[in-house]
C-alpha cells in the first residue's frame, strides 16, 4: 500500500502538515467569524444512527462548535467569554454573571471516572469485510460475503491509569464494536489469548494484586512489585498468562502489529440450528512485533504516547491497519473439549497446528476518532452484546464478565442509558421499552411500555428466529449437577501449556523472557516472593528457572513433579517470517552537506514502498543548499530518539568532483559535521544498534555509523555508493523486523 507524502512540501512556502491538495487552517486567531471547517477527507466515519433511525448528522445545530458565534448551552449569543462581569473594571465580580457560572460549572464536571481496568486506551474507526467462509457454521449477518459492517476499535492497557504511558509492559486490550444490522456485536479481547484467572470471581483479587500498593499507590501501570508477584505465584492459574507478559508479548511494537484474541470459546450457530464451538483470531497484516525492553523504557519517558500516537500517525498517513479475524473451530460435543484441553479453560489454548484459524473476514482501520471523549472515553463494550449466529458457552470467567460490563457503565457513565450516546449507538433500528432514568435523550412515544398491551395495538411485537429474534441455544442442563463452588480437575493443570509456550519460543525470544522475569523479581523486596516465583518457574522448565535464579542472585529450586510432556507450537513464536513494511518509519539523518537530491528520491522511493520516511537533522524548518530543492526536516537532533524509528539511514555528502558537490566546505569522509558528529546523532545510531535495527548509508555516511561502533561489516549494517541500493538492502531487513543475529545473544539488546 502506498502513503501519501506526509507534509506538503513546496520550495517557496511554509511546510504545514496536512493532506496535499487540503486546504489547511489559519494560524492565527481569525477576527472574522467563518464557516464551519469541512469535514476532513476519509476521515467520515461511519454512518452513525439515533436511536429513532434518523442519522445524526442530518442535524448539525446539534453538533457543537460548528457555528460561527460562541454561545452559552441555552444558544444565547455571547459578546465576550474573556472577562467575568463586574461592578466596574477593578470592582468585584457579580453572582449574576451566567456565564460565568455555567462555564465553570460544566468545567467542574467534565472528568467522568475511568475505567476501573483498561483506562487507557486509544481508538479508531473502520470497516470490517466478511469474506463469507464461515456462512457454513453461523448465521451472523455480518461474516456474510463482502457485507461491509462499520467497526470501532479501542486498544489499552490494562493496569495503568488514563495518563500512564503506553510502551508499558502488560497485557493489551483489544475491543471491537461491530455495528452490524443485527444489532451490535462487541469481541472483547486481550493481545493475549489466554487469562489470568478461570473463574470471574477472581478478577478483583488479581486486580487488586496488580495495580499499585493501596498504601503509597506505587507502581503505575506496572507488574514488577510485590503483591502482583506474591498473587501469581500463589494462584498458579496465572502462570500461563504471566509467562506471556514475561515475553515479548507484554510490549508491542505498535497496536497495529499485535494479535487480538476473543479467548474464551463461544458458540455458533448455523441456518439449520447446527452448532460449533469457535475461539476467535485477530492476525495482523503487518506481523505481530515488539519492542526491546530497553526501548520500551526510553518510550515511556521520551514519548508516554508512542502507541497512541503511531496508531493516529499511520491511519493519518494511509497506512490503514488491517487486521484478518480467524476462527479455530471444534465439534460441539457435551465434552467441550478438544484433544483433551478443557474448551471452557480460559487459561488454555488450543495449538493453531492442530486447529488452524479459517480467515472470516478482514478488518480496515481508516479514520482516528474526531473526539477523544465523546467516542474513545465514552465508548462502552459489552461481551454479552450478541448478534443472532454467535452465542456464549459456560466458561465461568465470561459468565462473570456478562454481568461486570453491564454494571459498570452505569456508574462510569451515569446511569442506564449510555447506549444512547452517539459511539455505542446501535446501528439497528432501537425498539425498546428501557424508558427514563438519568440522561434520557430518545423521545419515546406511545402510552404503553409494557408487554403485553392492547393500547398501543400490541406494539411492539416479540420476534421469533424467523423475524430475526435473538434465540438462545436450548442447551441441555445437567440435571445430576449439584450446586458447588468448585472447578473441574480438567481446571489443575497449571504447568503444561506454560511449557508448551516457553518450548515454542526461539532463543532469543527466551532470552527476553528470562531477562522480563529477572526484571520484575528483582522489583520485588519480599525474597520469599522471589523464591516462591521461582518455584512456579522450576515447574515450566529448569532452564528458565536456574538463568532467573542465577540474575536474582538465589538458588534454583528443583521441579515439584515430573516436567509435562508437551510438543512446541511453531505458531507461538513471534520470528522467522517477513512482514509487509507498510507503515515502518524510517529515519534518515541529514544536514546542508547531504546530497538533497539523492535525498528527496530516496524519500520518494520509501513513500512508494509503503514506509513513513522521516528526515533527521540539526535544525527544523527545510535543508537547503547544493543548487537541490530544499527538504523538509520532521525532526531534529533535539528531539529524535532511537525508538520512534524502525531503521536509521545516513545521508552522505557528494563525493568531490560530482555534480551535487557544488562550492561546499566539507571535508570527504566527515559526514554530517566538518567538526565531527553530533553526540546526539551518535547516541541515536548506537542505541538503533543495539536494539538491533538496520542501518544503511551512502557516500561519508559510513564514517557517521563506525563513529557511533557500528561499522560497515556488521550485520545488518549496509554501506553503498547508491542510496537506493541501500534503501533496498535495508528495506528487505525490515521485513523481518529487527536484524536478529546481530548479537551471538540477546542479552545486549533486551
Ligand atoms: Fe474485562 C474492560 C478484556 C475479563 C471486567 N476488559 C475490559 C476491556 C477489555 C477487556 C479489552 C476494555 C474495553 C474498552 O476498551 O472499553 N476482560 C477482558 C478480557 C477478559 C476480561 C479479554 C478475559 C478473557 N473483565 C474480565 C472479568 C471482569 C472484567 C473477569 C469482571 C468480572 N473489564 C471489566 C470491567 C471493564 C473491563 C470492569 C472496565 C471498563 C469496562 O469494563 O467497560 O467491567
Not at 399 to 415: E, H, K, P, V
Not at 664 to 684: M, Y
Request: aromatic share 8%; charged share 20%; proline share 9%.
Amino acid at each position: 500500500m502506498a502513503l501519501p507524502p506526509h507534509e506538503t512540501e513546496s520550495a517557496d512556502g511554509p511546510h504545514i502538515p496536512g493532506r496535499p491538495g487540503q486546504e489547511v487552517p489559519q494560524l492565527e486567531e481569525p477576527t472574522t467569524p467563518r464557516e464551519p471547517l469541512p469535514p476532513k477527507q476519509d476521515q467520515s466515519g461511519p454512518e452513525v444512527y439515533s436511536p429513532t433511525g434518523a442519522p445524526a448528522d442530518a442535524d448539525p445545530e446539534v453538533r457543537a462548535q460548528s457555528g460561527a458565534y460562541l454561545t452559552t448551552a441555552q444558544g444565547l449569543r455571547l459578546p465576550d467569554t474573556d472577562h467575568s462581569l463586574k461592578a466596574g473594571e477593578r470592582g468585584p465580580v457579580l453572582l449574576q454573571d451566567h456565564h460565568l457560572r455555567e462555564k465553570i460549572t460544566h468545567f467542574d464536571h467534565e472528568r467522568i471516572p475511568e475505567r476501573v481496568v483498561h483506562a487507557r486506551g486509544a481508538a479508531a474507526h473502520g470497516v470490517f469485510r466478511g469474506y463469507g467462509t464461515a456462512s457454513a457454521v453461523t448465521k451472523a449477518a455480518f461474516l456474510g460475503k463482502d457485507i461491509e459492517t462499520p467497526v470501532f476499535v479501542r486498544f489499552s492497557t490494562v493496569l495503568g491509569s488514563r495518563g500512564s504511558a503506553d510502551t508499558v509492559r502488560d497485557t493489551r486490550g483489544f475491543a471491537t464494536k461491530f455495528s452490524t444490522t443485527q444489532g451490535t456485536f462487541d469481541l472483547v479481547g486481550n493481545n493475549i489469548p489466554v487469562f489470568f484467572i478461570q473463574d470471574a470471581v477472581k478478577f478483583p483479587d488479581i486486580i487488586h494484586a496488580g495495580k499499585p500498593h493501596p498504601d503509597r499507590e506505587i507502581p503505575q501501570a506496572q507488574s514488577a512489585h510485590d503483591t502482583f508477584w506474591d498473587f501469581v505465584s500463589l494462584h498458579t492459574e496465572a502462570t500461563h498468562h504471566t509467562l506471556w507478559n514475561m515475553s515479548d508479548r507484554g510490549i508491542p511494537r505498535s497496536y497495529r502489529m499485535m494479535e487480538g484474541f476473543g479467548i474464551h470459546t463461544f458458540r455458533l450457530v448455523n441456518e439449520q440450528g447446527g452448532t460449533t464451538l469457535v475461539k476467535f483470531h485477530w492476525k495482523p497484516r503487518a506481523g505481530v512485533h515488539s519492542l526491546m525492553w530497553e526501548e520500551a523504557q526510553i518510550a515511556g519517558g521520551v514519548d508516554p504516547d508512542f502507541h497512541r500516537r503511531d496508531l493516529a500517525d499511520a491511519i493519518e498517513a494511509g497506512a490503514y491497519p488491517e487486521w484478518e479475524l480467524g476462527i479455530q473451530t471444534f465439534p460441539d460435543t457435551p465434552e467441550q473439549t478438544f484433544e483433551g484441553i478443557d474448551l471452557l479453560d480460559p487459561t488454555k489454548i488450543v495449538p493453531e497446528e492442530w486447529a488452524p484459524v479459517q480467515p472470516v473476514g478482514l478488518m480496515t482501520l481508516t479514520a482516528n476518532p474526531s473526539n477523544y471523549f465523546a467516542e474513545t472515553e465514552q465508548v462502552a463494550f459489552h461481551p454479552g452484546h450478541l448478534v443472532p449466529g454467535i452465542d456464549i458457552t459456560d466458561d465461568p470467567l465470561l459468565a462473570g464478565r456478562l454481568f461486570s460490563y453491564l454494571d459498570t457503565q452505569i456508574s462510569r457513565l451515569g446511569g442506564p442509558n449510555f447506549a444512547q450516546l452517539p459511539i455505542n449507538r446501535t446501528h439497528a433500528p432501537v425498539n425498546d421499552m428501557l424508558r427514563d432514568g438519568m440522561h434520557q435523550t430518545a423521545l419515546h412515544t406511545g402510552v404503553a411500555p409494557y408487554h403485553p398491551n392492547s393500547l398501543d395495538g400490541g406494539c411492539p411485537f416479540q420476534a421469533g428466529a424467523g423475524a430475526g429474534g435473538y434465540v438462545e441455544v436450548p442447551l441441555a442442563m445437567n440435571p445430576q449437577a449439584a450446586k458447588v463452588r468448585a472447578a473441574p480437575a480438567s481446571f489443575d493443570d497449571h504447568t503444561s501449556q506454560p511449557r508448551r509456550f516457553w518450548l515454542s519460543l526461539t532463543p532469543i525470544e527466551r532470552e527476553h523472557v528470562i531477562a522480563a522475569y529477572t526484571f520484575e523479581l528483582s522489583k520485588c523486596y519480599e525474597n520469599t516472593i522471589k523464591e516462591r516465583n521461582l518455584r512456579v518457574l522450576a515447574d515450566i522448565d529448569p532452564e528458565l528457572c536456574s538463568q532467573v535464579a542465577a540474575g536474582l542472585g538465589l538458588p534454583a529450586p528443583e521441579p515439584s513433579a515430573p516436567l509435562a510432556q508437551v510438543d512446541p507450537s511453531p505458531a507461538l513464536s513471534q520470528l522467522g517470517a517477513s512482514w509487509p513494511v507498510d507503515g515502518r518509519v524510517l529515519g534518515i539523518i541529514a544536514d546542508e552537506n547531504s546530497d538533497l537530491a539523492a535525498l528527496a528520491r530516496l524519500r520518494g522511493t520509501a513513500l512508494e514502498n509503503g514506509m513513513v520516511p522521516l528526515v533527521v537533522a540539526p535544525h527544523g524548518g527545510e535543508l537547503a543548499g547544493g543548487g537541490a530543492a530544499p527538504v523538509v526536516v520532521q525532526r531534529t537532533f533535539a528531539n529524535a530518539r532511537s525508538v520512534e524509528f524502525d531503521a536509521l539511514l545516513v545521508s552522505g555528502v557528494p563525493a568531490e568532483g560530482d555534480d551535487a558537490y557544488g562550492a561546499r566546505d566539507v571535508k570527504a569522509g566527515q559526514g554530517l559535521s566538518s567538526e565531527g558528529t553530533d553526540p546526539r546523532v551518535l547516541l541515536l545510531l548506537s542505541e538503533a544498534y543495539r536494539h538491533s535495527k538496520a542501518l544503511g548509508a551512502w557516500g561519508g555516511g559510513g564514517d557517521v555509523l563506525s563513529a557511533a561502533g557500528c561499522p560497515e561489516g556488521l550485520p545488518g549494517i549496509v554501506v553503498d555508493d547508491d542510496p537506493g541500493t541501500v534503501l533496498a538492502r535495508v528495506t528487505d531487513l525490515l521485513a523481518t523486523h529487527r536484524v536478529w543475529d546481530r548479537f551471538p545473544t540477546a542479552a545486549f539488546h533486551s
